[in-house]
């Protein structure tokens, strides 16, 4: 090859290189605090930070909130790595700020590490019910909402109490952020964990006025579980009250989005426990408008298997005996609806099941006149069910 071809080739390779962008504003990860969980709570400040105000570390604010930042890993810095420091031994690293914006509190973290924060792995949001209460949801979370740092897709959770204590574990190998979201893969277990709601999901339902639900998280020294939902007015978007296991059972009934779940019931002869395992559900919400007068009829179906049986001796599987089994679990689910639509209807006042979305899809117009004061509507509303269960499996047993 020519001494003439080879510069020609190699021209355009060396042009190129100067329209090729390098990582300029790249921050290597090991020079960040990367956070997988934020709480937010009612403000009550740390020791360490009456500490630093009484030495004039303050700044003009109102205790409001206090934000929690999950941290890991937790030997993201010099001093946190030493043994003997807060949390040696952890997988993560908790630390708290209070004040009354969020984007404040965050940026005061930088006061006080070498490292700043990064919310590109955030995973998780628990939000205690006590602030949700006491102020609207979509202040608590417009930082969140607006910062392109943070994705839309990580999960929101409701705290029975601090969200402090949902965010902490008694195990040192564990990081509650990423426990809490394991739960969420769970719900083709069990009927009683809602699917989940992410940031973006929740920004769309707090923009359409409508009430909605969020799960529930219940702690006690580091341990943690999942129960019931709490239940926010789309009018305020405020924490105003809870759902129980039963009532998500219902409510799974109603929307037909169980992927699993356990209806279980006793023997009329002698109290024996029999089960049946969900293994489907079909729901359908209809409808009807005549005249003024608006109603609701749920047509609910399920299949699934007979999986425990506690009478001695057990029962053959006639098929007698089975039509009265799946009239036995039919019952039960229909208390779990019943008991789930007098909360809805004659507790809270609020339509969190999505009967609304039924109506304003096959009724627009009469949704468009009723759609600001739908949930007082809703409470007046008749609802009818119909609920069809279906064994179609007894399981092994043994003769």
């Not at 930070?49 to 999950?70: C, D, F, L, M, W």
């Amino acid at each position: 090859m020519s001494r003439k071809v080879r510069l020609a080739l190699l021209l355009p390779g060396l042009m190129l290189l100067l329209f090729t962008s390098g990582c300029w504003s790249s921050k290597e990860i090991e020079d960040l605090s990367v956070y997988v969980g934020l709480g937010l709570d009612v403000a009550k400040e740390t020791e360490f930070e009456k500490s630093v105000n009484e030495q004039g570390g303050h700044y003009p604010k109102r205790n409001n909130i206090t934000a929690t930042v999950q941290i890991v890993p937790k030997g993201s810095s010099k001093e946190e790595s030493q043994q003997g420091s807060p949390g040696a031994g952890k997988s993560y690293f908790n630390e708290q700020l209070t004040g009354d914006s969020v984007i404040q509190i965050f940026r005061q973290f930088s006061l006080r590490r070498d490292r700043p924060l990064i919310g590109h792995h955030l995973k998780v949001i628990v939000v205690s019910s006590e602030v949700a209460r006491k102020f609207r949801l979509d202040q608590l979370l417009d930082f969140v909402l607006r910062d392109n740092d943070i994705r839309p897709s990580c999960l929101v959770v409701v705290s029975d109490r601090r969200a402090l204590d949902a965010l902490t574990s008694n195990d040192p190998s564990e990081i509650p952020s990423f426990y809490l979201t394991g739960l969420v893969d769970n719900v083709y277990r069990t009927n009683k964990i809602l699917p989940p709601v992410s940031l973006a999901k929740l920004d769309a339902t707090m923009q359409s006025g409508s009430s909605y639900l969020l799960q529930n998280v219940i702690s006690y020294e580091g341990e943690h579980k999942f129960s019931g939902a709490a239940i926010f007015s789309g009018k305020t978007n405020r924490w105003i009250g809870s759902l129980n296991q039963t009532d998500m059972e219902g409510l799974s009934w109603i929307q037909g989005k169980a992927k699993g779940g356990v209806v279980k019931t006793y023997t009329h002869k002698d109290g024996s426990t029999i089960t049946y395992e969900i293994k489907h559900i079909k729901s359908k919400i209809i409808p009807t408008v005549k005249g003024d007068d608006i109603s609701f009829h749920v047509q609910i179906e399920s299949d699934g298997w007979f999986m425990e049986n506690w009478t001695a001796p057990e029962a053959k599987g006639s098929e007698h005996y089975v039509d009265g089994l799946e009239k036995d679990f039919g019952h039960m689910a229909e208390q779990q609806v019943e008991q789930l639509l007098h909360k809805m209807q004659h507790v809270y006042k609020v339509d969190a099941a999505g009967f609304g979305d039924k109506l304003r899809i096959k009724y627009p117009r009469v949704w468009k006149k009723i759609k600001s004061n739908w949930d007082e509507t809703f409470s007046e509303i008749p609802i009818t069910y119909d609920i069809k269960v279906k064994i179609t499996n007894q399981g092994s047993s043994t003769e």
